[in-house]
T-cell receptor
Framework: EAQVTQNPRYLITVTGKKLTVTCSQN?????MSWYRQDPGLGLRQIYY???????DKGDVPEGYKVSRKEKRNFPLILESPSPNQTSLYFC??????????????FGEGSRLTVL | GQNIDQPTEMTATEGAIVQINCTYQ??????LFWYQQHAGEAPTFLSY????GLEEKGRFSSFLSRSKGYSYLLLKELQMKDSASYLC????????????FGRGTQLTVWP
């Protein structure tokens, strides 16, 4: 089944404790991206990757890191999480870039709480 | 960021027709997406418009006017399951990896 898989789905952590949210897609998509969704603010892009070893910043990259060492995986790293990073995170992929006619496929989301 | 505006909330009754508007001010505009997001779930793709005009897909249609910076999503024969948030998103030609979302329109369909 074609899908984007995120883990963990739910996480409560404390300020400063490094964490990684994994994202994996099995559709051989070139493009992957991370978004956060907050009430009243909608979806905001954190980072994206057009292909392996190619990553770039979105609207809200501060406090996050990403890597794209292989095509299927695009982990989101919070080196020192803070309470303002409490949010619902979505990973998404598409065959080409977000500007192409191809749709984005989203993972189920990861709800992160930073205390 | 890009200025993308859509109404925060809308209500309608089963069987009716509803039009959800989206206006944008985006330099180098390339195309516009509509996504549907049910509560607690991930967004799912509805449509993509790059040329002016109406694109019909079953009960859902999407319209784009590039000169007016305007789009709408038309939902016909509304069903309870259409209660969801509808997200408008635009892309720019110069930055194909970037996707800019509006804040979403929460549609409630009443019986």
């Amino acid at each position: 089944e074609a899908q984007v898989t995120q883990n963990p789905r739910y996480l409560i952590t404390v300020t400063g404790k490094k964490l990684t949210v994994t994202c994996s897609q099995n559709m051989n998509h070139e493009y992957m991206s991370w978004y956060r969704q907050d009430p009243g603010l909608g979806l905001r892009q954190i980072y994206y990757s057009m292909n392996v070893e190619v990553t770039d910043k979105g609207d809200v990259p501060e406090g996050y890191k990403v890597s794209r060492k292989e095509k299927r995986n695009f982990p989101l790293i919070l080196e020192s999480p803070s309470p303002n990073q409490t949010s619902l995170y979505f990973c998404a992929s598409s065959l080409y870039g977000a500007g192409s006619a191809g749709e984005l496929f989203f993972g189920e989301g990861s709800r992160l709480t930073v205390l | 960021g890009q200025n993308i505006d859509q109404p925060t909330e809308m209500t309608a009754t089963e069987g009716a027709i509803v039009q959800i508007n989206c206006t944008y001010q985006t330099s180098g505009f390339n195309g516009l997406f509509w996504y549907q997001q049910h509560a607690g779930e991930a967004p799912t793709f509805l449509s993509y418009n790059v040329l002016d005009g109406l694109e019909e897909k079953g009960r859902f249609s999407s319209f784009l006017s590039r000169s007016k910076g305007y789009s709408y999503l038309l939902l016909k024969e509304l069903q309870m399951k259409d209660s969801a948030s509808y997200l408008c998103a635009v892309t720019r030609g110069s930055t194909l990896g970037r996707l800019y979302f509006g804040r979403g329109t929460q549609l409630t369909v009443w019986p």
